[in-house]
């Protein structure tokens, strides 16, 4: 089974705070996401990353930003946290090859974050 | 524009049938996903359709129509364990095809 896994369930940060989500997965999966859900909204892409060093803005990158220097491991960086980023980080990966089911996402158990 | 509507909250028995629906308006279309969340869990795949029709796979079934934009998520045999939020995800052209586009979820919530 692929496991994706997220450093934290739960996260306390105060405004302006730089803030570090870290997610591994250990499939050898080329394409990384990170998402944020809310209520009402569903899922929302962050950044999207497809290869080591690659990235890709998704919808709402905006006061984000990611790295990825292994393959295995991907991180969502807040700059300087804000009471708006308080909300739900999921992390999830696929595979280009995986094509019985068209590659579906893998999802990490999420970090739910809370900035005060 | 990209767009996935889906009822927010359903109400079924134990034992009953239940279909969620999900309409979908997104540019391109490389399949349609549905995920199944209970609260405080990650998202787990259910079921892919990229063809029109149905999709078997034991209690839960999924129904593709393209020229319409919908499907649909049939349950049968609901059991208590089936309380959770369905997903409805489309993955489209963006991305070099790996953007998947997600409704708002319909909570599900089974009664005995």
């Known amino acids: 089974d692929v496991k994706v896994t997220q450093s934290s369930r739960y996260l306390v940060k105060r405004t302006g705070e730089k803030v570090f989500l870290e997610c591994v997965q250990d499939?050898?999966?080329?394409?990384m996401f990170w998402y944020r859900q809310d209520p009402g909204l569903g899922l929302r892409l962050i950044y999207f990353?497809?290869?080591?060093?690659?990235?890709e803005k998704g919808d709402i990158p905006e006061g984000y930003s990611v790295s990825r220097e292994k393959k295995e491991r991907f991180s969502l960086i807040l700059e300087s946290a804000s009471t708006n980023q308080t909300s739900m980080y999921l992390c999830?990966?696929?595979?280009?090859?995986?094509?019985?089911?068209?590659?579906?996402?893998?999802f990490g158990n999420g970090t739910r974050l809370t900035v005060t | 524009g990209q767009n996935i509507d889906q009822p927010t909250e359903m109400t079924a028995t134990e034992g009953a049938i239940v279909q969620i629906n999900c309409t979908y308006q997104?540019?391109?279309?490389?399949?349609l996903f549905w995920y199944q969340q209970h609260a405080g869990e990650a998202p787990t795949f259910l079921s892919y359709?990229?063809?029109?029709g149905l999709e078997e796979k034991g209690r839960f079934s999924s129904f593709l129509s393209r020229s319409k934009g919908y499907s649909y998520l049939l349950l049968k045999e609901l059991q208590m364990k089936d309380s959770a939020s369905y997903l409805c995800?489309?993955?489209?052209?963006?991305?070099?095809?790996?953007?998947?586009?997600f409704g708002p979820g319909t909570r599900l919530s089974v009664l005995p």
């Open positions: 359709n990229v063809l029109d």
């Open positions: 997104t540019s391109g279309f490389n399949g």
């Open positions: 999830a990966s696929s595979s280009w090859t995986d094509s019985s089911y068209n590659s579906p996402l893998h």
């Open positions: 990353s497809y290869d080591v060093k690659m990235k």
């Open positions: 995800a489309v993955r489209d052209e963006d991305n070099y095809g790996q953007n998947f586009v």
């Open positions: 499939m050898d999966h080329e394409n």
